[in-house]
């Protein structure tokens, strides 16, 4: 199971989260008004902080929509994985493919807002253009996605799952004591591991090494 980690902006959040045995580690950049948007050159340094780890892969998590401009930032900051953000089309994943090397996984986030998720239709669209996985992520009513904090419903996401051929990370409110809420998603052949945020924030609203740690016991190891 992979543990991911989203939302550094500092060098001490990301030796934190990889001595606490994250496996993968979300860069923000293109997050219009994100509390943890990088600027293209944080964003390269902290990925090489990520790299200097020996355990961390970076992830470029972006709202962006301009696969030029994606595959440049990605290549110039060597991050393995882009995790797409909001509601860009097949079309952008193709064109996003067509100008990454092979080596960097494309990530296309599916939104589940109450029981449903309007990409659902456009899953076997994503995958033929090239994404490569899926992460399950709640929205709010109002219609905010992205470290809600809202929790998913567990026959939902895993409905969503079997619509899959590609494999996927779970998020939305998940914590060290809810893992035995998602017992049909972890048991999906498809499930890769899960996408935190929120939940492992210090007061200071810094990621923080101790509930990290916390979280990947109760999820790798229940």
Known sequence: MFVKVCGATTAEEVRAVAD?????????HGVSRGRADLPA?????LAAEARATGRLRSVLVTFGSDPTALARIAAGAGTDWVQLHGYQRPALVRAL??????????VKVLHVRGGSCPEASLIRAYERAGTDLFLLDSATDDG?????????DDTTAAALADRMERSFLL??????????????TLAHPGFLGIDVD???RGDAGLLDGAQTADLVRAWKTP
């Open 171 to 184: 998020a939305g409110g998940l914590r060290p004591d809810n893992r035995d809420r998602f017992g049909a």
């Open 20 to 28: 606490a045995g994250a496996d993968l580690l979300g860069l923000w």
């Open 144 to 152: 905010r996605v992205g470290s809600t904090a809202h929790t998913l």
């Open 198 to 200: 929120s939940a492992v």
């Open 41 to 45: 050159g944080r964003l390269a340094e």
């Open 97 to 106: 493919r067509a100008e990454l090397p092979e080596r960097v996984h494309i």
